[in-house]
C-alpha cells in the first residue's frame, strides 16, 4: 500500500520507491526483486548509520514475517529505480512487481510524486 515513486531532481539520476507492505499470512517470507515498468532496472536498498553518516547500499532480500509488516521510507528499506523513462511524469502512475524468494509476484499501481512532493 501507499506505494509512490519520487523522480530525481535531476533527470540522469535515481528515483526511489517507498511503500508499506504486509504479510497478512502464517509463514514468513523474502522480497528478493523489484521491477519498475518504465525503468531500466530496479535494486532492493537499505540504509544504515555508519559513524555518523547515512550510507545506502543494494540487499539481496528483505524479509517479512508472518504477520508483520515492513516500511520502505526515507531512511530504511527502498526501492531505487535507475534509467527512469522520461515519459514517467508527476501524477501519473506506473506499476512495480515484487518477487519473492520462491518465485511467486505481486504487481501493484505505484503513484508518480515529483522530485520536492511528499514523500
Known sequence: TNARLML????????AIYFDVE?????NYAIRRADVEGA?????HGSMEMNGQMMMDSV?????NAG??????????????FDVDPALE???TTDMTLTVVGGKQKTFP???RAAGDER
Open 8 to 15: 530525481p531532481a535531476v533527470s540522469d539520476r535515481p528515483g
Open 23 to 27: 504479510n497478512t499470512g502464517d509463514r
Open 40 to 44: 531500466g532496472s530496479a535494486e532492493l
Open 60 to 64: 539481496g532480500q528483505v524479509l517479512v
Open 68 to 81: 508483520e509488516s515492513e516500511n520502505f521510507a526515507p531512511g530504511g528499506f527502498h526501492v531505487m529505480v
Open 90 to 92: 508527476a501524477g501519473g
Open 110 to 112: 505505484v503513484e508518480i
